[in-house]
């Protein structure tokens, strides 16, 4: 069996997974294609290079990005080592100098004795073992090769996120649960709106700031999953036959149906996490908040995950992949970063972490143990493998994504709370860590 593996795209994940795979004394051949062909958003030809922002988000070791840190720093990340060698002063945040971040990602990969560079686009899939990590902006010949394996169904262009909710923060006296027309079981929570509420509450959507979308990103592509200020602006009652419509939902308060609805799915098997159904949103995040408190029984509501609209490639993950991040039909292909349906530079690179990680165990015949539930790579994992596939939308690391018991769920001290989930995942990823580190 050849110990070679090839790794295609040299983003966060691609040279996560490089880096971990050469670390263990696997032969990597990395491929990206850049400079020859650059991506809309890349600019240089490094390594690693951040595309927008220079934050990889909070550093409290007690947030959801603070854990995935130092879940990845205690596996050795090389991101993470760039991070710690260009850091920038960002309050309680962890911001790079993102020439120096990139230049030294590209100087140890292309140091390193086991990891040879080729600067060349992909265009079909390898057929030895490998790790696919081509990212968001997957080049169109690599998308239609992937096409091709996966089915249009199971592969998008781009993501329309709508923002999820910590269901402990939603007031249960001003909520019912109920599907439409009784169909389906009780999977929903119903907030009604009167006339009054449901003005006030277009009023300020059709005034909310938005953030406006990239050269690349045109309007036109979202019309299949329209942001919801842009269906509002088309009418008032647009949002009542749409997202809001109230048929088959009766309130049980006021014993018919309400004049609007906004239905809330849950987005976990323990029910501590609701997605607001069908308000995808380009809405700036402060105005998010605003606006969608105005919702009766979301008058408190933490937001775990804000809307969003993106180009971005991705997969269906929970349809294609194995929770190894191996493709179900071929499980010496390995998929990392973004296009697993992860979102974020932290969450890419982790998800090139492990798959960089299982790709080694694999070549050499090893067993490759499950990552923790109880830990952040374990939670996003468990994200993109076991949601239900017809509702699948990529998500950032965030703590409605972690596995908790019912009595952390219920603690009130959200401080000692976050605290909890911390020392578990870490207690958790290290055991993790040495059953792999060696291999
Ligand atoms: C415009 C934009 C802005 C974003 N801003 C942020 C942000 O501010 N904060 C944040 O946390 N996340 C952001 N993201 C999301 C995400 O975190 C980043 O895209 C991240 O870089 C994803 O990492 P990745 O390794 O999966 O992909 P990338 O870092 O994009 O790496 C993929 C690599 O594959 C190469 N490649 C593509 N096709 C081929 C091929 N056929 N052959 C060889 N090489 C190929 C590309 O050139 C690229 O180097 C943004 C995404 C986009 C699209």
Known sequence: MSRDLVVVGGGLAGSEAAWQAAQRGI??????????????????????????????????????????KNELTLAGSLIMQAAQVAPVPAGSALAVDRHLFAEFISERLSGHRHIEIVREEVTMLPETAAVIATGPL????????????????????????????????????????????????????????????????????????????RAFEENKVFEGCMPIEVMASRGFDTLRFGPMKPVGLPDPVIGREPYAVVQL??????????????FQTR?????????????????????????????????????????DLSFKRRSDLFIAGQITGVEGYIESTAMGLVAGINASLKLRGMEIPPVPPASAHGALIRHITESDSKHFQPSNINFGLFQVSAALYKMR???????????????????YLAMVTDA
């Open 413 to 431: 001290n959200k401080k000692e709370k976050k605290a909890t989930i911390a020392e578990r995942a870490l207690a958790a990823w290290r055991s």
């Open 27 to 68: 032969k990597v051949i990395l491929y990206e294609m850049r400079p020859q062909k650059m991506t809309e958003a890349h600019t240089t030809p490094f390594l690693g290079e951040l595309v927008c922002s220079n934050s990889l988000r909070s550093n409290d070791p007690q947030s959801a990005p603070g854990i995935l």
């Open 265 to 278: 799915r849950s987005e976990n098997r323990e029910m501590t996490a609701y997605n607001l159904v069908g």
């Open 283 to 323: 809405l700036k995040w402060p105005e998010q908040k605003k606006v969608f408190r105005m919702i009766p029984g979301l008058e408190h509501a933490e937001f775990l995950r804000y809307g969003s609209i993106h180009r971005n490639t991705f997969f269906n993950a929970p349809a294609l992949l194995h929770n």
């Open 138 to 213: 997957t080049s169109p010949s690599m998308a239609e090769e992937l096409l091709r394996v996966t089915g249009c169904e199971h592969l998008y262009f781009y993501d329309a996120i709508a923002p999820i909710i910590d269901g402990a923060s939603i007031d249960p006296k001003k909520v019912y649960r109920m599907s439409r027309y009784g169909k389906g079981g009780a999977d929903y929570l119903n907030c009604p709106m009167d006339r009054r509420e449901y003005e006030h509450f277009y009023d300020a959507l059709l005034q909310a700031e938005k953030v406006e979308p």
